[in-house]
């Protein structure tokens, strides 16, 4: 069983940076692939971005390519959203997942889930 908790979200001005951090208990972190998803109001949660056990292979979603980057600490059993130049549309809960499937961990298939951190964007 593996717990994920997930912080670091908040309020932000559009074009304002924001990282969000997820703590995971497992004790073999590194054999989980990690991924962030997001979930606006009235619509379907939807992959971010994904990062490999070793942190070695990323992937994006089109619409945060080149503003999102997914990075993890495995001494630390911590994966990292930083969002850069955000934008309302980007307002949503962010949720991390983990599986040890890198094909997995983009879908709502995932093992396991956090409970979520609320990102709102103002214009």
């Known amino acids: 069983q593996v717990q994920l908790v997930e912080s670091g979200g908040g309020l932000v001005q559009a074009g304002g940076p924001l990282r969000l951090s997820c703590i995971a208990s497992?004790?073999?972190?590194?054999?989980?692939?990690m991924g962030w998803f997001r979930q606006a109001p009235g619509k379907e949660r939807v992959s971010v971005a994904r990062i490999s056990g070793s942190g070695g292979s990323t992937d994006y979603a089109d619409s945060v390519l080149g503003r999102f980057t997914i990075s993890r600490d495995n001494a630390k059993n911590t994966v990292y959203l930083q969002m850069n130049s955000l934008r309302p549309e980007d307002t949503a809960v962010y949720y991390c997942?983990?599986?040890?499937?890198?094909?997995?961990?983009?879908?709502?298939?995932?093992?396991?889930w956090g409970q979520g951190t609320q990102v709102t964007v103002s214009s």
């Open positions: 997942a983990a599986d040890p499937n890198w094909g997995v961990v983009r879908t709502p298939n995932s093992r396991y």
């Open positions: 497992a004790r073999t972190f590194s054999r989980y692939a």
